[in-house]
């Protein structure tokens, strides 16, 4: 605890600094929200296990570490550094952040619809856009989240996009976050905001890797707004380092006969820790929250996610699968909330895990808090092992037992692939994952949606009312 406190005190010195040192470049509006975010850190500390929401994931690691602020101005990666974390935007964005810092060398902002803004989020504090100061910071909750709130008090860089009423955006912005710390443990918050204005549509895929085996912490925040009658696709791909430590707070706000998927892919880290929050605050909301995570050796993963349905005749699901051997470690804990008034609700929530190995553990907890009384909500979980009657059916087949397994799974890991809609990023990784798998490079995993009928009825359902 000694420790602990000692760091809180090392981010309240590294606050006062940071606060000087913004004095003359924002506004006022944002230098009162960093003040009253750091006072919501300071108020609640770093989480610990004795917190409800956090009993199977301890922080100590990361509240006990010394970071330091990542180097803003360091060497930038080469092209080549980038390749295995990019795919084949045809034609769309690309922003690439190199320690929580935009780096427009390396970026390529191709044409857009007219209005459309996609820039940095510090260009954007300094051009003083009126819809980023609307919206930013506005959606999540600093209250109770201790890493929101650090994120939103040390802010500086990130994404900001806007897509006026009535145009869409075609092709996918992807915004790539690389670290490179050069053997020192250092902290960045990235920042993104999206905001899709009503009968609007995009894309976008964020990335988050490391460029070598380094100890760093990522706290990244993104908030996401979506109009009436507007539809959001958001991908988060997680391949940081074996030693990073990554925490994100995903935001999304919904309004009438909205459409939102987000998918959450995490491969690295070694302790992980996703917080999904989705407010459906409009009748006739779609919102779908996908995710998958493969891990080895001691990784740890929680995925937390809360939907809370506002308003009536609203539609969820929530499909998460996971994959863990050695000693990995997985935390699911899925909460439906059903408002009072919020009739008509249909609500489908699922965890499904495959354990490869003895010692691999995983702890889920899926939960419905239910006020309404006309509703239709569903939840439940598996825990399991690869079945021994496959293993032998494929071995009966003429396939070694090594690369029996190794297919059995690849078509679980795969169902949750096969729902990604850019066929590019799902070619990646799927390749990423067969990478980690022995025989990995003759399996093949066949077209999107085929694997889950259920899955694949309310996806055919929710297209079918956004083209009425």
């Known amino acids: 605890m000694i420790a602990v406190q000692e760091n809180k005190n090392t981010y ?70 980038l390749a295995p974390f990019q795919f084949d935007l045809a034609g769309g964005c690309l922003l690439v952040f190199v320690n929580g810092r935009f780096s427009a060398e390396l970026s390529s902002l191709t044409p857009l619809p007219n209005g459309v803004v996609v820039q940095s989020l510090a260009e954007a504090i300094q051009g003083g856009d009126a819809v980023l100061q609307a919206n930013l910071a506005r959606h999540v909750d600093c209250q109770d989240q201790a890493f929101a709130a650090l994120n939103t008090a040390f802010m500086q860089d990130g994404a900001f996009i806007h897509v006026p009423r009535g145009v869409v955006v075609e092709q996918p912005i992807h915004l790539l976050h690389v670290s490179q ?70 935001q999304l706000h919904q309004f009438r006969s909205s459409n939102a998927r987000s998918h959450t892919v995490s491969f690295g880290g070694d302790l992980v820790r996703n917080d999904i929050n989705a407010v459906l ?41 996971g994959v863990l051997d050695d ?27 495959l354990l490869l190995s003895e010692g691999a553990l995983v702890n889920t907890n899926p939960q419905l808090e239910i006020l309404a009384d006309d509703v239709k909500c569903t939840h439940g979980a598996t825990i399991g092992q690869i079945d021994a009657e496959a293993i032998f059916y494929l071995r009966t087949r003429g396939i070694s037992e090594e690369a029996a397994r190794s297919l059995l799974i690849y078509a679980f890991a795969g169902e949750s ?18 990478g980690r798998l022995p025989h990995g490079d003759s399996l093949r995993i066949g077209r999107p949606y085929e694997y889950n009928r259920e899955y694949a009825e309310h996806v055919r359902s929710t297209d079918r009312r956004r083209e009425t």
């Open 12 to 81: 309240r010195s590294m606050f006062d600094r940071f606060r000087q040192d913004r004095a003359g470049g924002d506004p006022a509006w944002l230098m009162e929200i960093r003040k009253s975010a750091f006072s919501q850190f300071s108020r609640l500390g770093f989480p610990t296990t004795n917190d409800e929401e956090w009993r199977f994931t301890n922080v100590g690691p990361i509240a006990t570490t010394d970071f330091k602020p990542a180097d803003a101005d360091c060497e930038l990666p080469t092209l080549a550094d």
């Open 181 to 250: 710390p050069n053997g020192q443990a250092t902290i960045t918050h990235p920042r993104h905001l999206i905001v899709a204005d009503d009968n609007s549509a995009v894309t976008v895929v964020e990335t988050y890797a490391g460029l070598a085996d380094d100890v760093y912490f990522t706290n990244a925040v993104t908030e996401i707004v979506v109009g009436e009658n507007a539809t959001v696709d958001h991908y988060m791909i997680e391949r940081e380092s074996a030693r990073a430590f990554h925490v994100a707070t995903r």
């Open 281 to 321: 605050d409009g009748e006739g909301c779609d919102c779908t929250l996908n995710g998958l995570y493969v891990l080895t050796g001691k990784q740890h993963v929680d995925n937390h996610l809360r939907v809370n349905h506002a308003k009536p005749h609203c539609n969820s699901w929530e499909f998460f699968k």
């Open 327 to 353: 000693r990995s470690r997985a935390v699911f804990t899925g909460r439906i909330v059903v408002h009072k008034d919020a009739q008509k609700t249909d609500a489908k929530q699922s965890n499904m895990n």
């Open 417 to 434: 692939i096969g729902q990604i809609r850019l066929d590019n990023l799902r070619d990646q990784l799927q390749s990423v994952l067969s």
